[in-house]
């Protein structure tokens, strides 16, 4: 038999780690930097029922990807929003932390609003009009697959008003997990009738609660939302993954409309539910 002492054994692990290293090289990644972008976080929800007079409006500048903080709060900015129908404007004061919040602002459905952000010398802007939302009537829970591959699904249903187009937006906020999952729905095809959206989910549980909210929006915020969930969850998508493409929010600097602004203004009422999801 062939004694190998320690000192043989570790004379071999330093002769293999010694060509490990040898054939380590590291290799520094050039990811192009545009420069800081604005980031406007801008929705004014109106919940039914309510007064909906506080709202927040959220600034930050986008930074570079290695960047080890991602967040940068955008502080000293001027903040208004304007109802164009009878020129009442709304200041959002600044919170010190890139959140600015108006405490007297009134919703009014299916009036235009504007927004205007004065920062760093430039005027941005953004126009949108306040939708409506219909009253949520049920949450239905069912299985989608089978076997091992099973999920459970939620439907949100609700009444669709007849004679114009509509688009809605869906948010399911479960308790058991940190992102909420968005979805989206024309009445194209179901124009008039009960319509409902579906939210699939494999890490639902028996006993979770899932708060759900239900949002009247704009066509350009439906087309918006709909790249956007189709491009963060295009790994589901089989072989084929969506072709990324550029996610254009409706924000604009008016000293210089070739600027690339992030993010989106949008006003919406929503009426809102929750449910504990059940043991199948």
Known sequence: MKNINFYTRLGSLLTLIG??????????????????????DASINWQKDTSGETQTIHLRESTSYFNSNPDVPVIGASVTVTKENDGSTFVFDDQNNGSYTAT??????NASYTLEILYNGNSYTATETLIAAPDINRIVQTIEGSDDDKEIQLQLFFDD??????????????????????????DEFTDGNENFIENDNENYVAGATVAINLYGIS????????????????????????????????????????EEVLGF???????????TIEQQ
């Open 19 to 40: 060509l490990l290293n040898s054939c380590t090289k590291v290799i520094d990644v050039d990811v192009p930097n545009g420069g800081a972008r604005l980031v406007v």
């Open 104 to 109: 007297d602002f009134v919703p009014e459905l």
């Open 161 to 186: 008003p007849g004679a114009v187009e509509n688009y809605y937006l869906g948010e399911f906020i479960p308790s058991n997990l940190p992102i909420p999952s968005l979805a989206v729905i024309s």
């Open 219 to 258: 066509q350009r915020y439906y087309d918006y939302l709909n790249i956007f969930i189709q491009q963060s969850g295009s790994d589901e998508n089989g072989p084929f993954p969506t072709t990324p493409v550029q996610l254009k929010g409706n924000c604009t600097n008016i000293n210089d409309p070739n």
């Open 265 to 275: 203004f949008r006003l919406g009422e929503f009426d809102t539910t929750s449910y």
